[in-house]
Nanobody, 123 residues
Framework: QVQLAESGGGLVQAGGSLRLSCAAS????????MGWFRQAPGKEREFVAA????????NYPDSVKGRFAISRDNAKKTVYLQMNRLKPEDTAIYYC????????????????WGQGTQVTVSS
């Protein structure tokens, strides 16, 4: 079992930056690819970023490419999401998730989820 805990959300003005963290406990962190997803009210959960077990491969949708960056520190069992040039449409609850072995973009394929952290971007 892997437990995930997100932190770093908050209120920021459009154009600003936030850095989310997701700390893992239990399990072998380096055996899991990690992803970030978000869900806005009334919308489906949306893929935001993913990183491979080693951190060498990443994947982003066009909506955040060039603005967001995912990274991980396997020694600290932590994955990060650096969010720059934030827009009001980035407002959502952000979740981190873990999937065994291979980087995925489909949330249904992830095995473990955190409780989420709220990000609000004001215009």
């Amino acid at each position: 079992q892997v437990q995930l805990a997100e932190s770093g959300g908050g209120l920021v003005q459009a154009g600003g930056s936030l850095r989310l963290s997701c700390a893992a406990s239990g399990g072998t962190f380096s055996s899991y690819a990690m992803g970030w997803f978000r869900q806005a009210p009334g919308k489906e959960r949306e893929f935001v970023a993913a990183v491979s077990k080693t951190g060498l491969s990443t994947n982003y949708p066009d909506s955040v490419k060039g603005r967001f960056a995912i990274s991980r520190d396997n020694a600290k069992k932590t994955v990060y999401l650096q969010m720059n040039r934030l827009k009001p449409e980035d407002t959502a609850i952000y979740y981190c998730a873990a999937v065994a072995l291979v980087l995925r973009v489909d949330p249904n394929e992830y095995d473990y989820w955190g409780q989420g952290t709220q990000v609000t971007v004001s215009s």
